[in-house]
């Protein structure tokens, strides 16, 4: 009989009621804190030696103590606030990851207890506990996606055996009450955690990441799940292998381990969502975030999913070609415009600022790279870069579009090209004056797109700038993107008669 994990063995203060009550009722006000806690307590009663029903009950009891935390700090990092360190941001980001694995940790070794078939463990707790276990495993896929850590096919491993045995008991479909207010079944649970592996997390920026998730919560009922293919079922996985979920781009060797699924009538559902979204620029009533966000990134992460809820696979749009060069990068609006010879506020340039890449291959939509032992704690979905080819004079403007950590100290990166010859401005606008970068000249449209400071773009104000001897005039039309220290826009040009 298949075992996940190995028994522990000792006396615990948690075996009596009381006194477990009375641990968890005195826990720190302080939530990182709190949870780094209840993260001992999971580990301490998974290897105590407890009766099986005794330790589930404790597990149940910790993880709902810690859920209000969770939460909030989840908040925390996803909308750091401009007085939180990035030493700060990192032991937030930590005490959750390190919660959710030791709790998933410990719910899995409570199913060794009805694996073993454990003298007095109750069967009415193992749709439960097996729901727990999921959700706690997804999470931790899920912040692992958020700080684009390393894929860890280990639990993606006990994640797929964990519901092989929920499958082999029959309770994939029991209806549970997950957490207060909170209905779910495994079969739910597991369906969560795959589709959200399944949409390419590591093209999505942090916040983006959570968007996601809670959509996928919420339009997960019409979720599909089978075990033979169909057309409809555009992912797979194999639950007696230790590996994410992929494309059904040809059907894997027949296998009783595999399951097929796909986002079933949620695709329309979720497309009715964007055309609102488009329509009246407000998030529908009904659906649950968990947060307010940005209306323009709960619409860039519903159009992700959209793309990879679509029968067709995402294509790339123009051929790659493997090369071998170094790539000067510098990041950050102010990087870009110290790249381009200007000034960034009262910082000089800062040649320690600079990082060299390794390019593997190039398109004529942009590079995919490898950093090796960079300093990468700025480097996240969205962040704007200025890149030098080869060590040659001429600067590329781009975004991270794509980041996967292969290991602490590599990170494959894809970036989009958004200008080959950007060309640093001085804007001028209601008597304010600002710098920008113009990334491409005026289409057949006459229309131009610039690089500003958050807040540069507004609606009722024309920018003017002097190029190549004539005054030209910029007359504002949307914000075609957002990121930390930039907005990129969208004007009408014009040159002014003189």
Request: proline residues 5%; hydrophobic residues 40%.
């Amino acid at each position: 009989m298949l075992k996940m994990f190995g028994k522990g063995g000792s006396d615990h203060p948690m075996a009596d009621a009381k006194e477990a009550k009375r641990l968890l009722d005195e826990l720190p006000a302080q939530d990182a804190k709190a949870l780094e806690e209840l993260a001992g307590w999971h580990e301490s009663v998974a290897g105590a030696d407890l009766k099986a029903d005794v330790r589930i009950q404790r597990q149940l009891a910790i993880d709902e103590a810690a859920q209000a935390r969770l939460r909030k700090l989840a908040q925390a990092v996803l909308v750091p606030s401009p007085q939180t360190s990035k030493f700060q941001d990192t032991i937030n980001w930590t005490r959750l990851h390190e919660y959710w694995r030791h709790a998933g940790i410990g719910f899995a070794r409570s199913i060794d207890s009805f694996l073993q078939g454990a003298k007095g463990v109750d069967k009415a707790l193992l749709p439960l506990t097996v729901s727990r276990a999921l959700r706690c495993f997804a999470q931790q896929i899920k912040w692992q996606h958020v700080r684009y850590a390393p894929n860890d096919a280990n639990v993606w491993g006990v994640l797929n055996r964990i519901y092989a045995f929920a499958e082999l008991s029959g309770v994939t479909e029991a209806r549970v009450n997950l957490y207060t207010g909170v209905e779910s079944t495994p079969r739910l649970e597991f369906l969560k955690a795959q589709m959200l592996g399944a949409c390419s997390p590591d093209s999505l920026q942090p916040l983006e990441v959570e968007i996601a998730e809670r959509v996928i919560n919420d339009l997960a009922p019409s979720f599909s799940l089978a075990r033979e293919p169909d057309r409809e079922l555009l992912y797979w996985t194999d639950l007696a292998q230790a590996s994410a979920p992929l494309r059904s781009l040809r059907e894997p060797k027949p296998s009783p381990s595999l399951r097929f699924f796909g986002p079933g009538s949620a695709a329309a559902a979720l497309a009715a969502l964007i055309r609102k979204i488009d329509t009246t620029k407000e998030l529908p009533a009904g659906i649950n975030l968990g947060g307010k966000y940005d209306i323009e990134a709960v619409a860039s992460a519903m159009g992700h999913l959209a793309v990879y809820w679509d029968r067709e696979p995402p294509e790339r749009r123009h051929p790659r070609h493997n090369v071998k060069s170094s790539l000067t990068v510098t990041h950050g609006f102010n990087g870009v415009v110290e790249a381009l010879g200007g000034t960034a506020g009262s910082l000089d340039f800062n040649p320690a600022a600079k990082e060299t890449w390794t390019v593997e291959n190039v398109s004529a939509g942009g590079f995919g790279a490898v950093a090796r032992q960079a300093k990468i704690e700025w480097l996240k979905v969205g962040t704007l870069v200025a890149m030098q080819p080869g060590g040659g004079p001429n600067w590329v403007i781009g975004a991270i579009r794509r980041v996967s950590r292969v290991s602490k100290d590599e990170v494959r990166i894809g970036i989009e090209t958004l200008s080959r010859a950007p060309a640093l401005s001085s804007f001028k606008g209601d008597g304010e004056e600002q710098q920008g970068v113009l990334l491409a000249a005026a289409l057949q449209t006459g229309e131009t797109s610039i690089a500003l400071r958050p807040g540069g773009f507004s609606r009722g104000r024309n920018l003017e700038a002097a190029v190549d001897g004539k005054q030209h005039v910029y007359m504002p039309q949307q914000v075609d993107e957002r990121g930390d220290d930039y907005e990129i826009a969208i004007f009408r040009e014009m040159v002014r008669e003189s």
